[in-house]
């Protein structure tokens, strides 16, 4: 068995046939596959691939012409698969990437700049009077009014915070929920939303990564094409 | 100010145009500003707690003792003040967390004023840490004097006899509520420890994670912070530029660059596995025979129809009788019918018979006298006199 340090790796697949891959293989390919980035937490898949990181890199790159990518932010490591920059590798079909919708671009860009707003808790956990207070309170409190309500004021009605708010939160996070970004929690209490923002968010920064760190050439090209 | 007259304000004495907090409100008062400035947290904590821990088990003779000391001494002193300490230290560490949590929003030069400030906060965290780390050492030493004095009342409860007078009843019952109010006080002095130990953990949990990532930021804050901010002005960019409309929901213009990820789509579909495919063959399973009870059914049948046959013959004979003699005296026969057959069943079933015929035959009369005769008297079965005559 080798490990992620060692680069001394049989470029073949006879790795399958070592009893706990055969046993966990077949659940971590889907979650792979499916766009899921895998921490600790997973403990049976994130020790297969801490044990085999260098055979499975060569069985995603052989057969699916994608990376296997690990990172460590904060301490935490995650793992996940790529394409490469020039390709979508065998998943090129429509049917077999996904990408992002325009609610979860702007909703995932609102929880990564919560992450960082809570960079130093160890465990930054979200909830709905959080949002709240950042569609109300915020240095952008003006625009997130103008786009979740139509008009400027300093409160709406419940309903409106369920239907206007809520629910496109809710449905962007359940999908962030599968890709392992965040982790939904029992809600309390009436609550309509609690969740931790997982280290792998970063994952939705490095998409952006060419925007962020170039982001006053990025806007200005991006404005004079309008 | 009805309402407040209720509860929170009083007229003095003869000066019906004043008005007074009462005891109460006061007390009320003391509350909030025990919640808010925490007085306690500014007691020396280690020896508070060392004066608590030098309880003795030995000291305690009576329940009430042992109430008194959990009211005065541990609910309404020394726990109050360990739990003002353990809110201070929640409150330096929210401090510490919330000025970091703007650091890297800043310039070098506030950054540098912040991670100053931060670390006086991280001082004061670790001694608060360590004070109340100290007074968790010392319950240990508490708990087994507490566990002294729960033993004292259960053998107190266990020495009575088994078999009791009333006055021992009576006692036993006093025994068994003070052993279980001395349980429910060890086990709230437990409670209060665990609590403050996990909260304990929590906070230095934040305080340590907190602590690592400042040093990570401070290798790269150029970097962290230019980052830091382009995800804000980036995020702002995207509010000015999306739009919404019922029927499209969130939109961002067509040049905004949106981004993708793997998703390759599985679908689990469970299907039953059959080993040949085409028409399922059907199996006749060929029903075993018990043949000891085969047996004792056909001779069970095999006396039913002698017994039938044998019936029907003895009918006959009696009703060929009846055409030539007009009368026949049936309780003459009968007793011989049974010996002859070996079965009174059959001679019960000829009379029956043929009474039946006789009843739906005009022709004939059935006069039966209610005498049992003497020749019946040493029978199993008594019969009275039956004739059926020919009219």
């Not at chain 2, 020896?47 to 305690?60: C, R, W």
């Not at chain 2, 949590?101 to 004023?113: E, P, R, V």
């Not at chain 2, 100290?134 to 004097?145: A, G, K, M, R, V």
């Not at chain 2, 998703?263 to 199996?283: A, C």
Request: with cysteine.
């Amino acid at each position: 068995m080798e490990n992620e340090n060692n680069k001394e790796v049989n470029q073949n697949f006879s790795f399958f046939e070592n009893a706990d891959v055969q046993e966990y293989f077949a659940d971590l390919n889907i979650e792979l596959l499916s766009g899921r980035h895998i921490q600790k937490d997973r403990f049976y898949l994130y020790k297969l691939l801490k044990d085999y990181y260098n055979e499975l890199c060569f069985y995603y790159e052989k057969l699916y012409g994608l990376e296997l990518l690990m990172e460590t932010r904060e301490n935490s490591k995650y793992y996940y698969v790529d394409y490469p920059d020039a390709s979508k590798g065998a998943l090129t079909n429509p049917s077999r990437h996904k990408k992002l919708t325009q609610k979860q671009t702007l909703i995932g860009l609102i929880l990564l700049n919560m992450y960082y707003e809570q960079y130093f808790e160890n465990k930054k956990e979200v909830r709905f009077a959080d949002i709240k207070k950042e569609i109300k309170e915020s240095d952008n409190n003006i625009f997130y009014k103008k786009l979740f309500f139509n008009k400027v004021q300093d409160d709406y009605l419940e309903g409106d915070w369920s239907l206007k708010v809520i629910k496109p939160f809710r449905s962007v996070l359940r999908e962030f929920n599968k890709l392992g970004w965040i982790t939904n929690l029992a809600v309390e209490d009436g609550e309509e939303i609690h969740f931790v923002l997982r280290e792998p968010i970063i994952r939705f920064q490095k998409l952006y990564e060419k925007e962020i760190t170039n982001f006053t050439e990025f806007s200005e090209k991006y404005l004079s094409q309008l | 100010m009805d309402g407040l007259l209720k509860y929170y304000l009083e007229h003095p004495r003869e000066e019906r145009f004043k008005y007074a907090l009462t005891d109460f409100a006061l007390k009320f008062i003391k509350l909030i500003d025990n919640k808010l400035y925490s007085p306690y947290a500014k007691f020396p904590l280690r020896d508070t707690f060392k004066k608590l821990a030098d309880f003795k088990a030995s000291e305690i003779k009576n329940i009430d003792d042992f109430n008194r000391w959990y009211e005065f001494n541990f609910e309404g002193n020394s726990g109050t003040v360990i739990i003002d300490h353990l809110e201070s230290l929640k409150d330096y560490v929210n401090k510490a967390i919330d000025a970091l949590n703007i650091y890297i929003n800043q310039d070098q030069y506030s950054a540098l004023k912040t991670a100053e400030n931060v670390s006086i906060l991280f001082e004061k965290i670790t001694a608060k840490s360590e004070e109340i780390k100290d007074t968790l050492l010392i319950s240990n030493s508490l708990d087994e004097e507490i566990e002294q004095v729960v033993n004292y009342f259960l053998n107190r409860k266990n020495s009575l006899p088994d078999n009791k007078t009333l006055t021992q009843k009576e006692a036993h019952k006093i025994f068994r509520e003070e052993y279980d109010r001395a349980v429910e006080i060890k086990k709230k002095v437990d409670d209060f420890f665990v609590e403050v130990e996990y909260k304990l953990g929590q906070l230095l949990d934040r305080s340590a994670y907190a602590s690592t990532q400042l040093i990570t930021v401070q290798d790269n804050f150029k970097n962290k912070s230019a980052v830091r901010i382009n995800v804000k002005r980036l995020l702002r960019f995207t509010l000015e530029q999306a739009t919404f409309s019922k029927k499209e929901g969130f939109t961002l213009p067509e040049k905004f660059p949106i981004k993708s990820v793997v998703s390759e789509r599985f679908k689990h579909i469970g299907l039953v596995y059959y080993k040949e495919f085409g028409l399922q063959k059907s199996y006749v399973i060929e029903p075993k025979t018990n043949e000891a009870h085969l047996k004792s059914q056909v001779l069970k049948l095999d006396v039913e129809l002698t017994r039938q046959e044998n019936t029907a013959k003895w009918v006959n004979h009696f009703k060929k009788q009846l055409q030539e003699e007009k009368e026949i005296d049936f309780s003459n026969y009968f007793y011989d019918i049974a010996s002859k057959e070996n079965d009174a069943l059959i001679a019960l079933k000829v009379g029956f018979e043929l009474v039946e015929f006789a009843r739906h035959n005009k022709e004939y009369e059935i006069k039966i006298d209610r005498e049992i005769p003497e020749s019946s008297l040493s029978q199993n079965i008594a019969l009275w006199k039956m004739k059926i005559i020919k009219k």
